[in-house]
């Protein structure tokens, strides 16, 4: 019986990031809902064209920020595409709980293309490799069946919660230094916007990762082969896009 180590494991995910959601929280004085189901489209657009006076090191890990999340999101995107362009023949009955979940994706991506274009960061090198390997990894999950697709929605989901856990602990850090160093002691609004807007989407993440785990993901087979190849190639993949 795997659940219950998968529920923990989602649930460290969470707790993992508490504090760092608690600061957020607790700094923002402009009215951000943290609706998880309906990410905001307004945050990205609230983005300045240029970020506030930064370090070189905050403004090369911003940069690395939207470039791997763009890359990740466009990835979560033709996952989805894929799986819902084999579901929508051999399993229609599971296309609505696909199409849900791959609208949130398409939210995502298109906001990190706005965040990329609005501060002209390059995209990954290898983002022609990101295309083929997520609509390959959609297909052919999706062709193994319903509980090896949302296997695959286990595995991905897990890394990319951590991961923008990592991240809003990082951006915390950098907007608890804005206020310290500030005339007027606040955080800027884009730091505030930005860090907002990887809360939310890691918790549309942790919301795929319940449903996965509630249609019978630990039922795939070889399940932890199969979890565990996806999410090193998916941490391979996080390393390279925020690198190249
Ligand atoms: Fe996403
Ligand atoms: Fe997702």
């Known amino acids: 019986m795997r659940i219950p180590t998968l529920i923990s494991n989602r649930a460290r995910v969470r707790v993992s ?44 890990f911003l940069s690395r920020l939207i470039r791997v999340d763009q890359a990740g999101e466009l990835g979560a995107d033709l996952i989805y595409a894929g799986q819902q362009f084999v579901f929508k023949r051999s399993m229609p009955s599971l296309a609505p709980l696909i199409q849900h979940m791959w609208d949130q994706e398409i939210h995502h991506h298109k906001t ?66 804005e206020m310290r160093t500030s005339k007027n002691g606040r955080d800027s609004d884009e730091l505030r916007a930005l860090a907002n807007t990887v809360r939310q989407f890691r918790d549309d993440e942790l919301e795929h990762l319940d449903t996965a785990v509630e249609n019978d993901a630990e039922k795939a087979r070889p399940y932890m082969l199969l979890t565990e190849t996806i999410k090193n190639g998916c941490r391979a993949a996080v390393w390279l896009a925020e690198r190249f």
């Not at 064209?49 to 370090?55: D, G, H, R, V, Y």
């Not at 990101?130 to 319903?146: F, I, N, P, S």
């Open 112 to 177: 990190f293309d706005d965040l990329q274009n609005k501060h002209r960061i390059r995209p990954s090198l290898f983002s022609p490799v990101w295309k083929v390997a997520a609509l390959g990894l959609g297909v052919g999950t999706a062709m193994m069946g319903k509980e090896a697709a949302m296997a695959c929605t286990v595995a991905v989901e897990t890394v990319i919660g951590e991961h923008y856990n990592n991240q809003l602990r990082v951006l915390v850090q950098m907007l608890e230094e």
């Open 17 to 60: 990031s508490l504090s760092a959601l608690h600061l957020i929280q607790h700094n923002s004085t402009a009215a951000q809902p943290p609706n998880a189901n309906s990410s905001n489209p307004k945050l990205a657009s609230a983005l300045p064209e240029k970020f506030p006076p930064l370090s070189p090191d905050a403004r090369k």
